[in-house]
């Protein structure tokens, strides 16, 4: 509460701070557009497509672009921006001509782990006006095959693992359309391993062809692609906790209203302080750290994007380790990283935190999930007290279906919100819906939280039915259970399918969440029902503990005790070292431990009797 009391009330409301931002004549101009018969307003500003953000990246020739350690060899990658025009340009010029003869709306596929090559096949599609595909490099073969087929994939980029995974589903593959694959990371034997393969080329054997068939010249011209707004650029699959991934269709004008949307809470805060409104400065080179997937709508969209855009240097993590992330920031002098709230909470406690400086960075974002609020203390203390900026993190909420960003808390709001994920951008709006009857509810009311704006997908691909249902009118319905209050700002509480009904009584799985979190040897929570003869369900949670912590469910019970009302305290608590399951968003599979946990707490209740 005291340091609460320290930050200053804002000197204008949430309201007036967007029309200062949105001002005529400004940056961040708004103006109303018809698309495909629905009445939108857009970023007068914005780029008119994806590709134009790579073509704007040539003023930053001189500075490093991508860096890279490999986790196996510890072989450093590193490129600048000259040297990926370079490439991106030859791989383009290769995918126009045959044998690829790539036209525009051809469907290449990305499906690899995070490394530079990933990067450089992304500009690569986009600029050759292919519609780019990420597949989630963490699945399984036979469904990386089903992603595969589904997007009609011409061209498909693989790294050798992803390769092994595919390889008994080739013919399927091949009758699904596939034509190429390029091997992306590889060495002489992995050339010699694929090549009973016909499909399979490697990038370097691209490039070296390209190469000399243009004559080795140092600069190399993009061929020219016109890329109209509201024409298909994407198509990420969702990430959900339930089903077979969908297809999300994704324009350029939806991608590109989210490299405004990204940075709106910063602006927002700075207008919220009585200070004008920043002047992008790219003469100094940020450094950003990402410990999340590129196949992600997180990486793809809001890191790589606007990282490239601003002449940054992007720092590739292989995979999260909270070790490994304390050291790149300290190597490489980050100055700002994404994560979801379990990597904060990683760092934020990690034991070696005081060897490493962190003083470098500047700006945090936070999301996947909902923050605790105890976290805003613990930042306080470890990051914004270490760095000369004083870093301050930010939240933020969305989907793959909202092209990543639909909600953003940052600098004070966040402070005082901690549990809010901000207020949606201006051109975006807001609703929450009755559920069942689909009616419009007030402010401050609980239901269904739905979104409209122009970066809401088109729909999903080959779905007309999943996609009338969950876009109806142009309007995404969430999923998510939430509220809005009367600023503005939106509490997201729970899934609709994940709340608890107990004996009549609703109970918003989150808000459990939340208080068991802020135990101290708590790590991660779920809290899921469990079936009960009389109430209809009961509630449950499995908790994840810190390394070296030791409790007993009777403890989570008791400190659940004096901050919940009794029936929303956990009657069966599983106790775990291990990481709960999650999907590439960062958000934990409940599903996938509801009949585990539903066995465990039947069989800890027989042996009571």
Known sequence: MAELQQIAPPVCSVAEAHALITAQGGPFEIEDKIISGRQYKVWKNALPNIAEVWKQSVQFADRDYLAYTDPFTKRETNYTYAQSHRIVALLCNALAR??????KGDKITICSRNNPEWVLWWWTSVSAGAVTVPVNSWLLGNEMEYCITLADTKVLVVDPERLDRLRPFLAKLRAGGLKHIVLIRADENDARKYADIPEVRTMEQLLQEEDKRVGYPKE?????????????????????????????????????TNLINVGMSSIRAFVRRGEELPVPDTSIQKVFLIPVPFFHVTGCFSIIGPVTLSGSKLVIMYKWDSTEALTMIQKHKVTGMS?????????????????????????????????????????????????????????GYGAT???????????????????????????????????????????????????????VIKGYYKDPKKTAETFPGGWYRTGDVGRVDDEGFVYVLDRVKDMIIRGGENIYTAEVENVILAHPAVLDVAVLPIPHRVLGEEVAAVVQ?????AVTPEDIAQHCKSRLAAFKIPVFVDLRYEELPKNANGKTLKKEMKQEIADKAKAAQSSKL
């Open 545 to 549: 503990l810190k390394s070296g912590h």
């Open 98 to 103: 045959a044998p690829f003869n790539i036209a």
């Open 401 to 455: 279906e909202t092209s990543s960003v639909a909600c953003s808390n940052g600098g004070e709001d966040f402070l005082r919100r901690p549990t809010s994920v901000g207020v949606v951008p201006p051109v975006n709006e807001v609703r929450i819906v009755n559920p069942d009857t689909l009616e419009v509810l007030p402010r401050g009311q609980i239901g269904e939280i739905w979104l409209y704006g122009p970066n």
């Open 220 to 256: 190399v011209t993009l061929p020219e692609v016109q890329l109209d707004p509201d024409e298909e650029a994407t198509i990420l699959f969702t990430s959900g906790t339930t089903g077979f991934p969908k297809g999300a269709v994704g324009t350029h004008r939806n991608y590109c």
């Open 339 to 395: 994560s979801v709230p379990s990597q904060a909470i990683q760092l934020l406690e990690h034991p070696r935190l005081d060897e490493f400086d962190v003083s470098s960075l500047e700006n945090w974002g936070i999301g996947g999930a909902t923050s605790p609020a105890e976290m805003v203390g613990k930042f306080r203390k470890t990051i914004t007290a270490r760095t000369p900026a004083k870093t301050m993190p930010g939240n």
